[in-house]
């Protein structure tokens, strides 16, 4: 029976857009950005800022070596946001509801500073609620200092939780994720991105 439901954040929650981040980085005169950026893990100076060897601020510095000129916070953070495509209510109103009929509903996430400043704010929603008013507990790459698709992050999650993986749905839109995650003994659902998953899921939890 399925007890707790972890949701990735971008191309789940969000409906992801990397055509429109790579143009924003290269607006800023990174001319390789497409090599740079990545769907699902990030590598190279990107990985290091969601994998939380790096700052934000520290980041900024490092991309203005890249591109020979100083760039600021508020340009970095607007060329990362070129990912956030759309946030579809049917997405939050289906968390919410899931919530109320009893189920733990939590975020795990490769991410970084940049992208949840934005998700941490009143603008979120648009309607002056932040991601922590859609889930019980957040997990992020940087903050913890791991990413998928390592097991590791799955099982920090777990032992965190203290849930059992056989009780847990993982959704995501990364192949290599649910992979991982389907392995240690999660359900798993792997939409793509920008589908509407809700009824998936709920013949996923109705199956059980």
């Known amino acids: 029976m399925i007890k707790t439901i972890v949701f990735d954040f971008g191309g789940v929650i969000i409906t992801l857009d990397q055509q429109q981040a790579i143009q924003r980085f ?25 994998i939380g060897k790096i700052s934000g601020e520290e980041f900024r510095q490092e991309l203005s070596k890249l591109v020979g000129r100083e760039v600021s916070y508020d340009e970095c953070r607007h060329a990362w946001l070129g990912y956030h495509k759309e946030l579809p209510k049917r997405n939050l109103q289906f968390l919410r509801k899931l919530r109320a009929e009893g189920y733990r509903v939590i975020m795990l996430s490769n991410t970084n500073e940049f992208m949840q400043s934005w998700a941490e704010s009143t603008e979120f929603d648009g309607e002056g609620h932040g991601i922590r008013d859609y889930f019980d507990a957040i ?3 940087y903050e913890v200092k791991m990413m998928k698709p390592a097991d590791m992050f799955f099982r920090h999650v777990l032992t965190q939780e203290k849930i059992f993986p056989s009780e847990t749905l993982f959704v995501d839109d990364g192949p290599r994720n649910v992979a991982v995650a389907s392995q240690i003994g999660f359900r798993t659902f792997c939409p793509e991105n920008g589908s509407d998953w809700t009824n998936d899921i709920y013949a996923l939890l109705n199956a059980k």
């Open 26 to 50: 290269e607006q800023l005169g990174l001319t390789n950005a497409a090599e740079m950026l990545d769907p699902y893990t990030q590598h190279g100076l990107f990985g290091d800022l969601e």
């Open 139 to 141: 997990y992020r790459s």
